[in-house]
């Protein structure tokens, strides 16, 4: 019986996707994993199995990393897209790395025209490109420039990362990485074994969950409010699942956009303190503030080794400075360094040097006071956009981050208002993804980093206000 249900439940997914490609077209990217799991009721495996069958039937195609797509008549498809990979299904077993609620943050639309309030970095014309290129070519110049660097990373690199994260920081804390998400896999890989519960924040970051979830561990949701996660849930969490970790952003959360409250702060390390459990936080947003002081990272409250801090020159600078640390202490440390000796040796030496030599001169305080007005500036005009042509959605502006968190009436759909909003132009992300376990209310997240002008975000919300009329009235 179960061989019967399982055929049919690959059948008649395989129609709704040969019906899908047929109105989509050539080149038009299907619904993800994810989605068609929801939609169809079905596991992993069966989505698996069925688009492996129509990959092989020259249906569609799979792109590692950015999807499945409707394929080109036969005539037209390449070469190697015709051949058969339909073993590997059986052989990947029902193991899944869904990498699907991150495209939007990496990949800039491609269509002219196409406004993005998704992309998780900033726009051209925010970066220091002039500061970067002079960085990068003094770096090129150095004398031992292609020489291997310490698997930890450039000495004075740490040292400037460990002065940065504040006062009982050394650069032996340090252990330079090849950006936030890389620091991110890395330390849930060397703090918690597969199958382990770790608790995170809910909503959390997309990339975290991927990270975990590739990894094979369990996620354990715990609510925030406007102050942030509410940790009068931990303790009962801790106990409950037996987890060792928890994962947090105390500043500028993403997607939310929160700051952890201060009288929060010591009761987070207590509960952390109280199960024997590590504290991950993604310090993110430490150089993305708007215009005020960030707050310490928790890290600096924290003297037992407790706090596992991650942050990155990624977000502040250019998508392609890929360059970020964690800061860990004891045993740890220790583990996450002989980690990154097996994983990939060390970051590139004139990729470190290039970022030491661009954050170590005035140019660089200047950059982020400049991108913190610019940040502020987005921030108010995107969330005066909503109040003016979406009235249904509630959002608070953030004190820094990229992000809005945009509430939808009760009954909206955020996924098909996404994805009507694509079609009128904007891309925009759901708030789906972003909770570890079922959302408690339909929400949006709206990024104003990655735009080219303030007019374009509000371009971008009067195109999404025609999407999803539900939301509001149109402007005049």
Not at 198 to 212: D, H, M, N, Q, V
Not at 442 to 456: H, I, K, Q, V, W
Request: charged share 20%.
């Amino acid at each position: 019986m179960g061989l019967i249900n399982h055929d049919s439940s690959t059948d008649t997914l395989k129609d709704g996707l040969r019906a899908e490609a047929a109105r989509l077209g050539p080149g038009r990217r299907l619904p993800s994993t994810r989605a068609l799991i929801q939609a169809y009721r079905v596991s992993p495996l069966t989505v698996s199995r069925a688009v492996a069958e129509l990959a092989r039937e020259g249906i569609l195609v799979t792109r590692p990393g950015t999807g499945t797509f409707v394929a080109e008549p036969r005539a037209a498809a390449r070469h190697h897209d015709q051949h058969d990979y339909s073993w590997q299904t059986i052989a990947l077993a029902e193991r899944v790395i869904d990498a699907e609620g991150l495209s939007p943050l990496a990949d800039p639309p491609h269509q002219e025209g196409v406004i993005s309030l998704a992309t998780g970095y900033l726009h051209p014309s925010l970066m220091p490109s002039g500061p970067l290129r002079s960085a990068l070519a003094r770096a090129a110049r150095l004398p031992d420039a292609w020489e291997r660097p310490p698997t930890a990373g450039l000495h004075e690199l740490r040292s400037w990362f460990a002065q940065a994260a504040g006062p009982g920081v050394d650069s032996q804390d340090v252990l330079i990485t090849s950006g936030g998400q890389s620091a991110l896999s890395a330390t849930f890989r060397a703090l918690i074994p597969p199958g382990a519960p770790l608790l995170t924040e809910s909503p959390t970051y997309t990339g975290a969950l991927a990270a975990a979830r590739a990894a094979g561990i369990r996620l354990i949701p715990v609510p925030t409010d406007a102050g942030g996660l509410i940790s009068a849930h931990l303790a009962e969490a801790f106990a409950r699942t037996g987890a060792q970790a928890l994962f947090c952003q105390p500043a500028y959360h993403n997607p939310t956009g929160v700051v952890l409250a201060a009288d929060r702060r010591a009761a987070v390390l207590d509960a952390a303190a109280g199960a024997g459990a590590f504290v991950i936080e993604d310090d993110y947003g430490r150089f993305l503030s708007h215009q005020q002081k960030p707050p310490a990272p928790l890290l600096q409250d924290d003297g037992e080794g407790r706090v596992v801090c991650i942050t990155s020159l990624t977000k502040p600078a250019s998508p392609s400075l890929r360059v970020g640390v964690v800061i860990a202490r004891g045993p740890a440390a220790q583990r996450l360094h002989a980690l990154r000796a097996v994983d990939d040796m060390f970051v590139s030496r004139p990729l470190q040097e290039a970022a030491l030599d661009l954050v170590t001169r005035p140019v660089w305080p200047r950059h982020l006071a400049g991108l913190g007005r610019a940040l502020a500036g987005r921030a108010q005009r995107l969330a005066d956009a909503i109040d003016r042509y979406l009235p249904g959605a509630a959002v608070a502006r953030p004190a820094g981050g990229m992000h809005l968190w945009a509430r939808l009436p009760r009954g909206a759909d955020d996924m098909e208002i996404a994805a009507a909003a694509r079609r009128e132009g904007v891309i925009v992300m759901p708030g789906r993804p972003f909770f570890p376990a079922e959302a408690p209310a339909p929400y949006l997240r709206l990024t104003f980093s990655g735009a080219a002008t303030e007019a374009d975000l509000e371009t971008g919300v009067r195109r999404l206000a025609t999407a999803a009329p539900q939301l509001g009235r149109p402007g005049p």
